[in-house]
């Protein structure tokens, strides 16, 4: 190992360390810094012997943190994670850390503090809901089955 892969792994370890990375970002990073491609594949490789690289462990963490702090569907985090290079098998695996219970419990908080928000004709108000609830990524069902009970509750 020369001393400049010594210190590539030290400063990718630390970049891993801070919060968990996906191997595309760790890549790109080590790609910023200049190095070979083989230096590349070598610190990547150790990167994961040592568990600082790890990306099933990063998508349960992203999943988790982003429903839980962001509030964001399923959708929206499965984009999200696509778009970081991870693999499908693992976004599902990382998907299972949302429980069904809360993921509807957290799309009716928001929808009822949204809807107080909102004025006007129900039908508008209804529209304006559902395309709230599409674009933080839950699934159209779930929310229109959502809006019927709200609906529902309110009569």
Known sequence: MTDRQKFALQKAAAFCAYQ????????????????????????????????????ERFARAFAGGKFRVKKWGRLKIRQEMKL?????????????????????????DLLEKKARGLKGESVAVKQKLVRFALSRGFESDI?????????????
């Open 143 to 155: 929310v229109w089955e959502l809006l019927k009970t709200l609906g529902a509750e309110k009569e």
């Open 84 to 108: 970081k290079g991870v693999p499908n098998d693992l976004i599902q695996k990382g998907l299972t850390e949302i429980d069904g219970d809360d993921y509807e419990a957290v799309l009716r």
């Open 20 to 55: 968990e990375r996906t191997v595309k970002e760790t890549r790109q990073r080590l790609c910023d810094w200049e190095l070979s491609e083989e230096e590349i594949a070598w610190v990547l490789e150790e990167l994961k012997a040592q568990n600082y690289l790890n990306e």
